[in-house]
């Protein structure tokens, strides 16, 4: 079955560097996401893309966070200058449409630790 | 009940028997409701879905209950077996969507917990 993979599954960074998340999602699905998981707590969204530009962002996705398709496989999610509270599990999703029909399929997230 | 911070509410059964893990939602509005599974070191993995026409629905061992008076959602699993063990969310499409899901917004989690 295919599913949404995420490198790396572990990234440990200094407090200020900037970091970027990477998520290959399924491949004939057309909408994006990116939640983020604080260890214990519960999901939360931070952004949606569609089409090659952000349909939707939470409070949450500050001026600090970016996204980009560099390609037509990859999906990133750049952290420009980290700060310890981005300590969390970094989940990425896709669907193929935003029909209530086709839910979001998420990968295994990339753990960030900020030192 | 609520949880916070690391204390997730956990629900212990033991092999074989049903487990219902329930989840109250937030907004009356809101018309499409999914539940995942969390193993651990994993991502949330789907379930099952439904849309807020309807009040249950039924998928391989799993059923959703939903009771929109309440704004309350249950999964029921039969028969359950240890591999059913992880934490389990409930999540919803906020109203504004229409007939899209949007983001989506979780619930915190339920611990189900599975003895042999």
């Known amino acids: 079955e295919p599913e949404v993979t995420q490198t790396p599954s572990h990234q440990v960074t200094q407090m200020g560097q900037e970091v970027i998340l990477r998520c290959v999602p399924i491949?004939?699905?057309?909408?994006f996401y990116w939640y983020r998981q604080i260890l214990g707590q519960k999901v939360e969204f931070l952004v949606s893309?569609?089409?090659?530009?952000?349909?939707?962002k939470s409070e949450i996705f500050d001026d600090q966070f970016s996204v980009e398709r560099p390609d037509g496989s990859n999906f990133t999610l750049k952290i420009r200058s980290t700060k310890l509270e981005d300590s969390a599990m970094y989940f990425c999703?896709?669907?193929?449409?935003?029909?209530?029909?086709?839910?979001?399929?998420f990968g295994d997230g990339t753990r960030l630790s900020i030192l | 009940g609520e949880s916070v911070g690391l204390h997730l509410p956990t629900l212990s059964v033991q092999e074989g028997d049903n487990s219902i893990i329930n989840c109250a939602y937030s907004?009356?509005?809101?018309?499409?409701f999914i539940w995942y599974k969390q193993e651990s070191g994993k991502g949330p993995q789907f379930i099952i879905d439904?849309?807020?026409?309807?009040d249950k629905r039924q998928g391989q061992r799993v059923t959703v209950l939903l009771n929109k008076t309440v704004k309350h959602l249950s999964l029921q699993i039969a028969a359950t077996q240890p591999g059913d063990s992880a934490v389990y969310f409930c999540?919803?499409?906020?109203?504004?969507?229409?007939?899209?899901?949007?983001?989506?917004?979780f619930g915190k989690g339920t611990k189900l917990s599975v003895k042999p």
């Open positions: 439904i849309r807020s026409n309807m």
């Open positions: 893309f569609y089409n090659n530009e952000i349909s939707e």
């Open positions: 999703a896709s669907s193929f449409t935003e029909s209530l029909n086709q839910p979001q399929h």
């Open positions: 491949s004939n699905h057309l909408y």
């Open positions: 907004n009356s509005a809101s018309d499409y």
């Open positions: 999540a919803e499409t906020p109203p504004n969507y229409g007939g899209s899901q949007g983001n989506l917004i």
